[in-house]
């Protein structure tokens, strides 16, 4: 068991890491294709539904079709997306292959890897433990993204000032992204029967893999994708792109913006720990995030660089306290062998929110007087996230808070 929290551990650093990289140069190389910001936006809202869609199918079987199959399934369309979108320029290839295939824009997760991998651990240790292990996981995750993105945008900057041209250097990231897709299909292959969940005679009814569960995995489901909504609006890669366009930063300096973000952001999951141990789940989850998002409508309305550096930094060093807390609540709130699908079934909620406003953001961009507009409606619907989240469920509480 010890080697399968291993093995999850290091496929989530892989992951993340190829996840941070790509979404820095990830809209700077489109624009250098060729694509306008309409475009950009309206390819990166495809991608995410495109994902949603297939990692519905793949989490919501995984406990029946086993677990660790689909995690291989996941890896080979990440290989493959970041193949097809190294070989073609082209509109349409490319947007079949971000609707088939695996790939972030955001630095974020994405596909059915997140869902499956917290469900196996949660299965490898115990309830007093799952909080704790959840904010390591997301510290690596956080720590690999932030490193991703240092490198990924300085090493563009150093092909940059070789000689190299602007779509060569992206180009060349995308085929690290692939690359990071096969590794992850090595590794799981490394995976034991540990992490399948012990087979149980299916007599219930069940929808989308839930059964007593379900009104409130859906109930949360709905929550969840209001909030994702609301961060789609300022996925990494188009954030960096307002950095660009707003004050001119280059991908290195990029780079090394969202380094510092996600190691803040990596450091907050952690200390979110022994906020919950004190305060209980949904308390940290509500009021760590209100805060947060009040800084993120702050930083369209620093005047220099720096300021708008210094509180987006700032925002990230509280922004990531609700994420293991809520992803440990809600394995905490479900059966076993509903717990692969009540984690996808949130985490496609999330995905189908968080993939439609990106093409809503791209429209924003190409509008002047509405730039900065992204940044309020984001903050403000995820303040209106939280309070909800907290009347419906302040109640509902995990088995170690009873």
């Known amino acids: 068991m010890t080697r399968d929290i291993t093995l999850l ?95 972030s824009p955001s630095g974020n997760e994405i596909g059915p890897f997140l869902s499956i991998e917290q469900a196996a651990l949660t299965q490898l240790i115990s309830n007093k433990r799952r909080t704790q292990f ?46 990071g897709g096969l590794l992850l299909l090595l590794l799981f292959l490394n995976l034991s029967k540990h992490v399948e969940v012990e087979a149980i005679p299916d007599t219930t009814r069940r929808l989308l893999g839930l059964h007593r569960s379900r009104h409130v995995v859906f109930k949360l489901s709905s929550l969840f994708a209001m909030d994702a909504f609301a961060g789609g609006l300022l996925v990494q890669s188009l954030m960096a792109y307002w950095f660009h366009v707003r004050f001119g930063v280059e991908s290195g300096v990029l780079g090394s913006i969202f380094f510092g973000a996600n190691i803040l952001a990596g450091v907050s999951a952690l200390l979110a720990v022994r906020l919950a141990e004190t305060f209980g789940l949904i308390n940290t989850m509500v009021f760590t995030h209100i805060p947060s998002n009040v800084l993120l409508i702050l930083v369209p309305l620093m005047p220099t660089l720096p300021l708008a550096i210094g509180v987006l930094l700032l925002r990230f060093s509280i922004s990531q306290m609700d994420v293991p807390t809520r992803q440990s609540y809600t394995l905490a709130v479900v059966a ?43 903050g403000g619907l995820k303040i209106i996230y939280d309070l909800l989240l907290y009347r419906e469920f302040r109640a509902v509480k995990p088995p170690e808070e009873i």
């Open 336 to 378: 076993p062998d509903e717990r692969s699908a009540a984690s996808g079934v949130t985490a496609i909620a999330r995905s189908i929110g968080a993939s439609i406003s990106p093409a809503l953001t791209g429209l924003l961009f190409s509008i002047p007087v509405l730039f900065s507009t992204p940044f309020f409606l984001s």
């Open 9 to 103: 551990f290091s496929t989530r650093t892989i992951r993340l890491y190829c996840y941070g990289f790509l979404s820095v140069v990830l809209a700077l190389y489109l624009a250098e294709a060729g694509f306008t910001e309409t475009q950009i936006g309206l390819l990166f809202t495809l991608t995410l539904i495109g994902d949603a869609l297939i990692s519905l199918w793949l989490t919501t079987s995984a406990d029946r079709f086993g677990r660790k199959r689909t995690l291989l399934l996941g890896a080979l369309l990440m290989a493959g997306a970041g193949i097809a979108f190294v070989l073609t320029r082209n509109v349409f290839l490319l947007i079949l292959a971000a609707v088939l295939g695996v790939i």
């Open 134 to 179: 959840f904010a390591w996981y997301n510290l690596v995750g956080s720590f690999a993204t932030a490193t991703g993105a240092l490198t990924g945008g300085w090493f563009a900057q150093i092909l940059q000032n070789n000689e190299w041209t602007a779509l060569e250097s992206y180009r060349l990231l995308l085929v690290g992204y692939a690359t």
